[in-house]
Nanobody, 129 residues
């Protein structure tokens, strides 16, 4: 059973940076595509970024392009999300999720939570002055 644990959230001022980690145990993470999602109070969960399993293709929501970077460290069995130039609207609970789904079909639906099979518990990111 794959288990995911997020860390790295916190309180940061606008313009600041954070690095979120999604550490896996139980199985090898490089067999899975990983997505990062966030949910703000009163809003639906939204896809922020993803990285495919086999070739490391990445995707980003328009709202975070140029500010967030996703990358994986297969030796550490961890996927990271680097958050730069943070804005108050980036506030929310950030969760990582894993799926065995892959290929171009996955990249077309990466932002949809229902295609993921394993979820972490989430880490809070608060951007405020």
């Amino acid at each position: 059973q794959l288990q995911l644990v997020e860390s790295g959230g916190g309180l940061v001022q606008p313009g600041g940076s954070l690095r979120l980690s999604c550490a896996a145990s139980g199985m090898t993470l490089d067999n899975y595509a990983i997505g990062w999602f966030r949910q703000a109070p009163g809003k639906e969960r939204e896809g922020v970024s993803c990285i495919s399993s086999s070739d490391g293709i990445t995707r980003y929501a328009d709202s975070v392009k140029g500010r967030f970077t996703i990358f994986r460290d297969n030796v550490a069995n961890t996927v990271y999300l680097q958050l730069n130039n943070l804005k108050p609207e980036d506030t929310g609970v950030y969760s990582c999720a894993a799926t065995g789904y892959g290929g171009s079909d996955y990249l077309a639906v990466w932002h949809s939570p229902r295609y993921y099979h394993y979820w972490g518990q989430g880490t809070q990111v608060t951007v405020s002055s």
